[in-house]
């Protein structure tokens, strides 16, 4: 029973080690101390989303400010900020939709997706890697998530993301390339916080 018990010890820790890479948490490590060491951060993205066949269904353009657990995300008229605690999503029209943090946890934010900080919500692996950059995959821990997998291609000179595919349940896609990023930036604090008077007056807040 001691031999069977220990045999059973060993593949316990293996399988606990394979879930958390070492070596890929070595490149996420550094990509999150860059970002938690950073005063502001600014970031253009583009989002390409394809249907399970492959096929692209539209491209959006993205402005991203972030600073620490807060961030503002500009995507036409459309408009999502989160002052670290509640996030308030204006469709661009008639609509404002509140939710707190917690309550957004089963989707991937794109501040957690830029963050480098995965520890607690998925399993990571290197799938290979030169002197350049890095390509890590991405599986959530809690099945719940409305994903599958992450696949991240990771810029190990300028400790960024370069690029990231999101795979959800349906077997949908969505590209998000980077075009630019600026862990220098000058964020405003005030971006953070909601304030009525900058929407329409028709437009209803939705709890």
Do not use: W
Request: glycine share 6%; charged share 25%.
């Amino acid at each position: 029973m001691r031999y069977l018990f220990l045999l059973f010890s060993f593949f316990i820790i293996t399988s606990l080690h394979a879930q958390k890479d070492p070596l890929a948490k070595a490149v996420l490590d550094k990509i999150g101390d860059t970002v938690k060491k950073s005063k502001g951060i600014l970031v253009s993205l583009q989002l390409v989303s394809k249907n399970s066949k492959g096929k692209a269904m539209g491209t959006k353009a993205i402005s991203l400010q972030m600073k620490g657990d807060k961030y503002q995300l500009k995507q036409g008229s459309t408009k999502i900020i989160c002052d670290g605690v509640t996030i308030y999503n204006f469709d661009g029209a008639n609509t404002i939709t509140k939710s707190s943090v917690s309550e957004s946890d089963q989707t991937l934010s794109p501040q957690k997706l830029l963050s480098g900080s995965y520890d607690k919500d998925f399993n990571y692996k290197l799938l290979s890697q030169d002197a350049g950059k890095a390509t890590i995959e991405l599986t959530p821990i809690d099945n719940r998530k409305s994903f599958q997998k992450v696949t991240l291609v990771v810029d190990k000179i300028k400790l960024a993301l370069k690029s990231a595919t999101i795979v959800d349940k349906s077997n949908n896609i969505t590209e998000v390339n980077v075009s630019s990023i600026n862990y220098k930036a000058k964020v405003d604090e005030a971006i953070f916080k909601f304030n009525r008077g900058d929407y329409p007056k028709s437009a209803e807040i939705i709890d």
